[in-house]
Nanobody, 121 residues
C-alpha cells in the first residue's frame, strides 16, 4: 500500500509565501514522476507543476516564475515553494505520484488527501 501525505497548507496574505511538502511511503519500488495539482471550487483539477525522474520540469503558465517544484529522491518527497501568492491561487492542492510497487507492476497513479491553500487579506 502506498500513501502520499501532504503538509504545509494554510492561510497567507497576497504576496506571501508557502511551502508544501508531500512524502510518499509504503510499498514503493520506483517513482517515475511526482507533482502537484490544485482544484478551486467550481473548477476542474489542474496541473500546477510536475517533475519527472531524469526528465523535464513542467509548470502551469499561471505559476511560472512564482512557484518552484523540487524533489528529494532519497526521501521520496516532493516540495512546492510558492512565492508571490495571489488570491486566484486559492485551492485545495493535491500531491500526485506515478510509481511502481514492484519490478513487475505497471506505473500507477497515487494521490494525497489534499491540503487547503487560502490567499486572502
Amino acid at each position: 500500500q502506498v500513501q502520499l501525505v501532504e503538509s504545509g497548507g494554510g492561510l497567507v496574505q497576497p504576496g506571501g509565501s508557502l511551502r508544501l511538502s508531500c512524502a510518499a511511503s509504503g510499498s514503493i519500488f520506483s517513482i517515475n514522476a511526482m507533482g502537484w495539482y490544485r482544484q478551486a471550487p467550481g473548477n476542474e483539477r489542474e496541473l500546477v507543476a510536475s517533475i519527472i525522474d531524469g526528465g523535464p520540469i513542467n509548470y502551469a503558465d499561471s505559476v511560472k516564475g512564482r512557484f518552484t517544484i523540487s524533489r528529494d529522491n532519497a526521501k521520496n518527497t516532493v516540495y512546492l515553494q510558492m512565492n508571490s501568492l495571489k488570491p486566484e491561487d486559492t485551492a485545495v492542492y493535491y500531491c500526485w505520484a506515478t510509481l511502481r510497487t514492484s519490478a513487475y507492476t505497471t506505473l500507477q497513479n497515487y494521490w494525497g488527501q489534499g491540503t487547503q491553500v487560502t490567499v486572502s487579506s
